[in-house]
C-alpha cells in the first residue's frame, strides 16, 4: 500500500474529530467515515466536517470493508473490545492505529487477539487538550507534535510508512520507541502532571471552604498549573489504571522532593531555598523550544489584550503582515475578560521586532 485514501474514525471527540479535521485540510484522503457511541459527536463531527459518512454499527457494516486505515480515538478501556469488533470486517492488509494516551497495558491485551492479516500500529500523539467532544477539535492540533509510535514486530514497512506519511502530512513529528519506555516517560511529564493539577485543586479546594475569597484571588500561577485538572474524567480514569505502576513510581518521586522542600521550609534555610529555586529555573528554561505543549522560555512576550471581539486576530494579523513568525502562542485565561496572550519567537531578532511594533501600536507587554 503506497497511500491511505479512506480511513474510519472509531471516537469522534477530540483527537478523533481533531484527526479528523487534519487529515481533511492536510492530506489527500477522499474519505472519512466516523463511529461513536455517541450520536450527539457523530452529528456534530459530520457538521465541523471532520467526517464524510457514519458507520452506524460495529457489528455488521460493509464500510469498514471498504477503509485502509481505521483509527480507534475512543478512552483506552474500551479500544480491546473495539478491535474485536471491528477485526472481523476490515479486509486484509488494513491498517488499524490508537491513540491512546498508555502503551503496554493495551498491548498485553491486543497481542493474542490480532488478525495475522492486518497491521495493528499502536500511536500516541502527545498533545490535546483539557476539552473532551468534537467541540474542541481543531485541524492545527498535531502541527509540531511529537506523536509516537510503538510498532509491533514484525509490521510490514509500507504500512508503517504510509502510516508515517500521512501523520507528517498533518504536522506531527514521529517519534518510534517501546511502549514500556513510552509507559515510563508519559508517567513523568504528562501522568505526574495531572495528578498534581488535581491534588493542587483539591488542597486549595479545601482552603476555599473556610474562606470565599480564595479561588477569586486565584491568577495565572494557579490557572496555569491547575487547567489539566478539567480534563476527562473517563479517560483519566482508564489512563491512571493502566499504568498505574510507572504513576506511583513518579508519585513517590514526587513525594520525596515535596519532603525535601518542606524540610528546607521548615527550617527556615533562605540559601538553600534559593539555590533549590535556581536550579529549578534553569532545568526549567533548558527545556527546548518547538516541543509543542512547552512554549519557548526564551524568545517570549507576554501581551495584554483588550475585551473586545478579535482582539487575537489584531495582534496576530499585525505581526503575520510584519513577516514575523509566531513560533508558539497560548493564551492565559487570568481574567475572565480580556486576558493575556503569550507569544514565542524562534530567535532574539524576531522577539525584537514584535516588541518594537505592539509597544508601537499600543500594547501593554512584558519581554521575558
Ligand atoms: N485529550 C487529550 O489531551 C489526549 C491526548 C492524546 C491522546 N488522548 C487519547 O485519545 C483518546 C480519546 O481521547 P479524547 O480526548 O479524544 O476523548 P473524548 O472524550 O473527547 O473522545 C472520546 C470519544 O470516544 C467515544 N466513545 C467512548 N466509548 C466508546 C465506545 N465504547 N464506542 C464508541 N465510541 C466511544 C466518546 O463518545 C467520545 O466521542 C483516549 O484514549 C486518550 O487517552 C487524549
Ligand atoms: O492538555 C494538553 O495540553 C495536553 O497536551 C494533554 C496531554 C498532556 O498531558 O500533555 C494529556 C494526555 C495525553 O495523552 C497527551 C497530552
Redesign the pocket.
Known sequence: MNRIDRIAI???????ASLGLACKRFTSVTEIVG????KD?LKEALEIGAIDGIIDNLENNSLLGEVDLVVL????S?IP??LNKIQKQVRPGTIIT????TKGWLMEKINNQLRSDITYIPG??????EV???G?ADAYLFENAVYVLTPLEPTPEDRQQALVELLEEIGAKLLFMSPAEHDRIVAAVSHLPHVMACTLVEAVGQAARDDDHVFSLAAGGFKDTTRIAA??P??WT??CLSNSEEILEMIRTFKGELAEFERVLAANKGEELFNRFKQTQALRQEIPEKKRGLIASTYELVVTIPDQPKAIGKVTSLLGEAGINISDIELLQVRESGGTLRLAFADGEALKLAEDLLREAGYKLKVK
Open positions: 472509531i471516537g469522534v471527540g477530540l483527537l478523533g463511529y461513536d457511541q455517541n459527536h480515538a475512543t478512552p483506552i474500551v473490545d473495539i490508537d491513540v491512546g494516551s500516541h500523539p502527545m498533545t490535546g487538550s473532551s467532544g468534537p474542541g480534563g476527562s473517563r479517560m482508564d489512563i
